[in-house]
């Protein structure tokens, strides 16, 4: 296991889910971590209840730990979706707040953390969605927002590659997350069986950050095996192979 011994990293959205574990397996790993949420997290942390939709907040965050700590690592894992999130259910406010969380968010933790990443060369991940890149039941404001996750990556990552600063965009699909509870319909019990664990999706961040400075890997998509394929979901009524 590679160690990121003396590294700073700031995990957003880290309370549950993809970003708990990323921050899990970056502390595993040997580096000194921040983690933002809403709320509380226990762990080897250094916990900040930081609403990640707060300009000033993050700005003050951002500014706190960079200049305590530096900041050399910087994982965007805050997400939000809604049950009622097919087009003629969104009105003004879930269309902001699914675009403030999963997009605007993004942005402005980036944007305050960037002095910090350009000293010696940082990383900077940022967990978007395969509903970015092709149509699923996700609805049409948070495929924006992811979409938009992978566009701002790309654009951002034009100007700052030469500076040493590697942004990546992980694609992942359907995980297991307190998000698949948040869906209109229930996810089928033998098909959140074979869906993605968190875990799986911390390990391909830990691997993409400790690759030596010479390699960069711009975006990645990882999914379940037996559930998808790309453009494709499949459902699951019987057993199958493999598990």
Not at 112 to 121: C, F, I, Q, S
Not at 137 to 158: D, E, I, M, N, T
Request: hydrophobic share 45%; with cysteine.
């Amino acid at each position: 296991m590679t160690t990121l011994n003396g590294r700073t990293a700031v995990v957003t959205g880290a309370s549950s889910g993809i970003g708990q574990a990323i921050a899990s397996a970056l502390a595993d790993r040997g580096a000194r971590v921040h983690v933002v949420a809403r709320r509380a997290v226990t762990g080897p942390f250094q916990s900040h209840q930081v609403d990640v939709t707060d300009p000033m907040a993050i700005a003050s965050l951002m500014k706190e730990v960079g200049n305590a700590d530096g900041i050399s690592i910087l994982v965007c894992a805050a997400g939000l979706n809604i049950p009622d999130r097919r087009l003629e259910d969104l009105n003004e406010m879930r269309w902001h707040d699914l675009i403030e969380v999963n997009l605007s968010a993004t942005f402005r933790c980036v944007r305050e953390a960037l002095p910090y990443l350009r000293v010696g060369g940082g990383d900077v991940v940022l967990i978007s969605s395969v509903s970015a890149v092709w149509p699923d039941l996700s609805g049409p404001a948070y495929q924006a927002a992811k979409a938009g996750v992978l566009a701002f990556a790309r654009g951002a990552a034009v100007e700052e590659h030469q500076r040493g600063i590697r942004i990546s965009t992980v694609n992942p699909g359907m995980t297991d997350t307190p998000m698949l509870d948040r869906r209109a319909v229930p996810v089928d019990p033998a098909v959140r069986a074979h869906t993605l664990k968190p875990e799986d999706v911390a390990e391909l961040v830990a691997f993409i950050i400790a690759l030596p400075p010479r390699a960069y890997v711009p975006e990645v998509t990882i999914l379940p095996t037996l559930l998808q394929a790309p453009g494709k979901t499949m459902s699951v009524t019987a057993p199958m192979a493999h598990g």
